[in-house]
């Protein structure tokens, strides 16, 4: 069996490299199956992809597109173009896509034109939010993906809706977790750690990127000095996106008490999740590692695609909505943040199931 995987931003490597690491357990067993980890180069900067190899402990990329920054449409062209000629070079049994940047859509598109099995890790999570470009990405994908494995229940069932058939659904759990769990003895303190003077539980994390938040510099810096006038007593730690720096850069009198650093490796960032007293973010992975580690997590957007974060989890969804984030700190500084359980199936087997579910497919096909 070859499956050809796809990854192209920060969150692809996380979900990617536990799959990786299924199929090389496989492989010494003998058993008949191979990859090709294609990466489009979506995300280029080296902190945000190329350490992720060297943490993660996953080899090199037999291709690197090399596409890069541009607006969503030439950015998933340049994907098409790059990713029809691997395949056109490298005919495959299926292509593996997880998640929802260009890159997958990208890769499902061309793949099904080619007559390719299309594989969906992370498939049927709905903001139902069509501003979200991440959105458009997820509901393309699963109309033409072939087998969708899933985080949630809840996933499932999104899928079932559209009409998809429901024999072709797996709910496996959570390939994010998987790298989590397995990294745990593994994080990095971060220079930051020892040069601002940190303990556990005496900072709070910000992680913003998403064009609602930080493209407004207005309202980017309303939102930073509210979130500071509410923590005066804690620093700050927020680890700048690259989208984001540009807009910083513009605001002037920005909050003393806010620490803005360059991104960081993937095990030096976990490694100040897990000793935060909490997270202030818009990301959807970081949802979901602060529900595994028991972290309070406050979520600046008006909806989100893991639902099973606030349901079970230690997420709250806020948008920015002044009194319900001061609500949320108050709650969150007085000791009264609700404690959350780790949802089904996120116990850090999830690649394997999918790695044996993909086996047993295609032996029947």
């Not at 990713?83 to 490298?90: A, K, P, S, T």
């Not at 470009?133 to 509901?139: A, M, V, Y």
Request: charged share 20%.
């Amino acid at each position: 069996m070859r499956i050809t995987i796809v990854a192209g931003a920060r969150p692809n490597f996380m979900k990617i490299a536990p799959i990786i690491h299924a199929i090389q357990k496989e492989q010494k067993r003998n058993t008949k199956i191979s990859f090709r980890l294609i990466h489009t180069g979506q995300h280029y900067d080296a902190k945000l992809s190329d350490s992720f190899f060297e943490d993660l402990n996953i080899p090199e990329p037999n291709a690197n597109l090399g596409v890069g920054s541009a607006s969503h449409a030439v950015q998933t062209a340049n994907i098409m173009i790059g990713f029809e000629q691997e395949l056109i070079n490298h005919p495959t049994d299926y292509v593996l896509v997880v998640g929802d940047v260009n890159s997958t859509m990208a890769a499902t598109l061309v793949a099904k034109k080619m007559d390719t099995k299309v594989v969906h890790v992370e498939a049927g999570l709905r903001s139902f939010d069509l501003t979200m470009p991440e959105e458009i990405n997820r509901l393309v994908t699963d109309v033409i993906a072939d087998y969708f494995f899933t985080t949630s229940e809840e996933a499932g069932n999104h899928l079932i809706q559209m009409g998809n058939n429901s024999q072709q659904i797996y709910f496996v759990g959570n390939t994010m977790i998987d790298s989590l769990i397995s990294n745990l003895d593994k994080l990095i303190k971060p220079e930051i750690f020892e040069t601002e003077n940190l303990s556990e539980k005496s900072y709070l994390l910000i992680t913003l990127h998403r064009p609602s938040n930080v493209d407004d510099i207005d309202k980017l810096s309303d939102m930073l000095t509210f979130i500071s006038k509410h923590n005066q007593n804690k620093k700050l730690i927020f680890p700048v996106h690259p989208r984001t720096k540009a807009k910083l850069n513009s605001i002037e009198n920005l909050p003393s008490n806010i620490v803005f650093t360059d991104p960081l490796r993937y095990l030096e960032f976990i490694y100040l999740v897990k000793n935060s007293f909490a997270l202030v973010t818009d990301s959807g992975g970081i949802q979901e590692e602060t529900t595994y580690l028991n972290i309070p997590c406050l979520t600046l957007r008006e909806n989100t695609e893991r639902p099973e974060t606030i349901r079970l989890g230690t997420n709250e969804l806020l948008g920015f909505d002044k009194a319900k984030i001061e609500n949320a700190f108050n709650k969150l500084n007085s000791g009264n943040w609700k404690k959350g359980q780790i949802p089904p199936l996120w116990d850090g087997l999830t690649s394997e199931r999918i790695i044996s579910q993909l086996l047993q497919i295609h032996q029947n096909n």
